[in-house]
C-alpha cells in the first residue's frame, strides 16, 4: 500500500510468506541484532492473505493520516524512483 502526501511517498511492506533465509545477512535499517520477522512468525500461525489484507486496509488509515491505496510494484515504479527489478 501507498500514502503520497505533501509530495512525500510512504510504503509499507509485509513479509508474507517470505523465504527470511534472504534477510539473514542484511542488519534491518542498520540495526545491529535485529531481525527480520513474518506475520507467520508472529503469529505463529498461517492466516489467509486475503485475511491479513482486509486487516491492513481497515488499520493503515486509522493509525496513519493521508490516503491510502493499494498500488503493484509496477505502479510504484512509476511514481517514485523505482531501484528494484520486477
Do not use: H
Not at 489484507?53 to 481497515?58: F, N, P, Q, T
Amino acid at each position: 500500500m501507498a500514502n503520497q502526501t505533501s509530495g512525500l511517498l510512504s510504503r509499507v511492506a509485509l513479509n508474507y510468506e517470505t523465504d527470511l533465509n534472504y534477510f539473514d545477512l542484511m542488519n534491518p535499517c542498520g540495526l545491529e541484532g535485529k531481525k527480520i520477522t513474518s506475520v507467520q512468525k508472529i503469529l505463529g500461525k498461517t492466516i489467509p492473505r486475503e485475511s491479513l489484507l482486509e486487516r491492513i486496509r481497515l488499520i493503515l488509515p486509522r493509525s496513519f493520516k493521508g490516503d491510502w491505496e493499494e498500488k503493484t510494484e509496477q505502479e510504484l515504479c512509476e511514481i517514485s524512483d523505482c531501484r528494484f527489478q520486477i
